[in-house]
T-cell receptor
Framework: AQSVAQPEDQVNVAEGNPLTVKCTYS??????LFWYVQYPNRGLQFLLK??????LVKGSYGFEAEFNKSQTSFHLKKPSALVSDSALYFC?????????????FGTGTKLQVIP | NAGVTQTPKFQVLKTGQSMTLQCAQD?????MSWYRQDPGMGLRLIHY???????DQGEVPNGYNVSRSTTEDFPLRLLSAAPSQTSVYFC???????????????FGEGSRLTVL
């Protein structure tokens, strides 16, 4: 069975500092990894994905994520945090990009950017 | 572009009542799904559909029914509401990679349900 772990319930970072939100995964085959962001009282929005290719993936709003197969991690990063980045972030995994395999989500990490 | 539309946004039910959460998408996506979001538990898959007439159970299907008579609509029915079904429900859709989609999910804005 596939699974995702987000070890931090909350991450606090000062505005302008780099941020990292951690994610580790477990799948039986090749992982296909996603990050989503949720603002208060809103649905989830897609940020970025890793399917294959370069281990560093760039996405929306200046976010990027690094895929590390040996550590089974897919950490979300941003060089300089904005107050507007404060939100709930979810990592998700599926074990194939084809068809409609089920997507498994982590429990979410609340990012608080302090002015 | 409407995307994924969910109704109602808020609903209060009494234990034992039934209701239907509506979900519609206008992106011609084959895949549609329902998740519930509870504090500390992330999103859990209730039911999903890979096309009209085809549905399957997810992680937490008990107490819920779905049907998929058209590509656009995927309603979620609560048969006899229980307080444990108090949650925020999200409908999501995606385009399969066989049709050039890249697999990410598009979410509705959510339906907040309280069962007393």
């Amino acid at each position: 069975a596939q699974s995702v772990a987000q070890p931090e319930d909350q991450v606090n970072v000062a505005e302008g500092n780099p941020l990292t939100v951690k994610c580790t995964y477990s799948v039986s085959g090749n992982p296909y990894l996603f990050w989503y962001v949720q603002y208060p009282n809103r649905g989830l929005q897609f940020l970025l994905k890793y399917i294959t290719g370069d281990n560093l993936v760039k996405g929306s709003y200046g976010f990027e994520a690094e895929f590390n197969k040996s550590q089974t991690s897919f950490h979300l990063k941003k060089p300089s945090a904005l107050v507007s980045d404060s939100a709930l972030y979810f990592c998700a995994v599926r074990d194939s990009p084809r068809g409609y395999q089920k997507v498994t989500f982590g429990t979410g990490t609340k990012l608080q950017v302090i002015p | 572009n409407a995307g994924v539309t969910q109704t109602p946004k808020f609903q209060v039910l009494k234990t034992g009542q039934s209701m239907t959460l509506q979900c519609a998408q206008d992106m011609n996506h084959e895949y549609m799904s329902w998740y519930r979001q509870d504090p500390g538990m992330g999103l859990r898959l209730i039911h999903y559909s890979v096309g009209a007439g085809i549905t399957d159970q997810g992680e937490v299907p008990n107490g819920y029914n779905v049907s998929r008579s058209t590509t656009e609509d995927f309603p979620l029915r609560l048969l006899s509401a229980a307080p444990s079904q108090t949650s925020v429900y999200f409908c999501a859709s995606s385009s399969g990679t066989s049709r050039g989609g890249t697999g990410e999910l598009f979410f509705g804005e959510g339906s907040r349900l309280t069962v007393l």
